[in-house]
């Protein structure tokens, strides 16, 4: 494995993995060129610049990054009167599928704007299930403050309240953009999202900082899930709070990994998990670290052991609690987040 691709190894294994359950997934395509600007008001899919870093350092330290264009599609709630909060929808490791469509008619809904983000296609990539190291989170953190970016431009949207939410390694990426080098990778002013939902995020191996946005957090959880376990999620919201982040947990305690969608529970055998590594990223130190038997180590060996820690086999499917409550929950909790930001 060349060397570069080392540390981003390591580190995209944290994305694990498959973000829904739902087996058919769909690229967005849009026919006009990438968009700098909404300024003109435009909803539909709309293609837009982006980055595909390979090392996360590189990334946060804005080293030059193979350049990306990635597409997502807007939509606005029916007779809309602006500006209107919005929500940058992140998928996982399957792609934009039905349970993306599904959340965004429900933000619409709600008078929100939606806006899908396909991370995927424009990089030719159908899917990372099986592989993850095909593409960095970080470029999944990228899209999700490029698309911010963009909508900020945007005349119905009211920059102040736009949110990101995310599933499996879409929840990896609303989660830890709440982390302050990371929206400065990419964020020249004070823009920042204004909350932060996590569907089933992998926390196992988890990015740090002291730096945080200061925007409410809520992690949606499976007490079953054994794919990207939930104790790991709660151990690390109890880390942001003890830093003063305003963070929400809610687990679900019969629910599997994709407890939103409609799947029923099944096995997926050669699905890979890092639920039995522990690891930390420090970002503010670029220091990564991994914990096993032999203590904490760093440097060659926490890479060696990020891999080494990995197994196969997952549970995938929907849960009837989980699925039937999480729209009320995610639904006042950004009530009460576009509220704090009027």
Not at 273 to 292: I, K, V
Request: aromatic share 8%.
């Amino acid at each position: 494995m060349p060397a570069i691709l080392s540390r981003s190894l390591a580190i995209g294994l944290i994305a694990c993995f498959i973000g829904s359950g739902d087996a058919r997934a769909s690229a967005i395509v849009a026919d006009a060129a990438p968009a700098a600007s909404l300024a003109d008001g435009r909803v539909g899919a709309v293609a837009f610049e982006s980055v595909t870093p390979r090392q996360i350092m590189d990334f946060v330290k804005r080293a030059p990054s193979d350049k990306a264009v990635v597409t997502g599609r807007l939509s606005l709630p029916t007779q809309a009167k602006g500006p209107l909060p919005a929500v940058v929808i992140l998928h996982g490791s399957s792609g934009v599928n039905r349970g993306e469509w599904m959340w965004a008619r429900r933000m619409n809904a709600l008078g929100y704007a939606s806006f899908v983000v396909d991370s995927f296609s424009g990089r030719r990539i159908a899917q990372t299930e099986r592989d993850q190291t095909r593409l960095s989170m970080a470029a999944d953190i990228a899209d999700a403050f490029a698309a911010l970016r963009l909508l900020a431009t945007h005349p119905a949207i009211d920059s102040r309240r736009i949110a990101v939410m995310g599933f499996s390694r879409g929840g990896v990426a609303a989660l830890y953009s709440a982390l302050e080098p990371f929206r400065k990778a990419v964020i020249d002013d004070g823009l920042r999202f204004s909350a932060h939902i996590a569907f089933y995020p992998s926390c196992g191996i988890h990015y740090a900082s002291e730096h945080l946005d200061g925007a409410p957090i809520l992690m949606l959880l499976g007490g079953k899930d054994d794919y990207t376990p939930a104790a790991p999620c709660v151990a690390y919201a109890d880390g942001l709070q003890a830093k003063g982040a305003r963070v929400t947990v809610k687990t679900y305690p019969d629910a599997y990994h994709g407890f939103d969608r409609f799947t029923s529970p099944h096995a997926v055998p050669d699905a890979t998990s890092a639920r039995l590594c522990h690891g930390e990223y420090d970002l503010d130190t670029g220091r990564f670290t991994m914990a096993g038997g032999d203590g904490v180590v760093s440097g060659e060996a926490a890479r060696l052991a990020a891999q080494a820690c990995l197994s196969r086999g997952v549970t995938l499917g929907g849960d009837p609690e989980g699925r039937a409550q999480s729209p009320a929950l995610v639904a006042d909790f950004l009530k009460s987040a576009f509220a704090g930001e009027r």
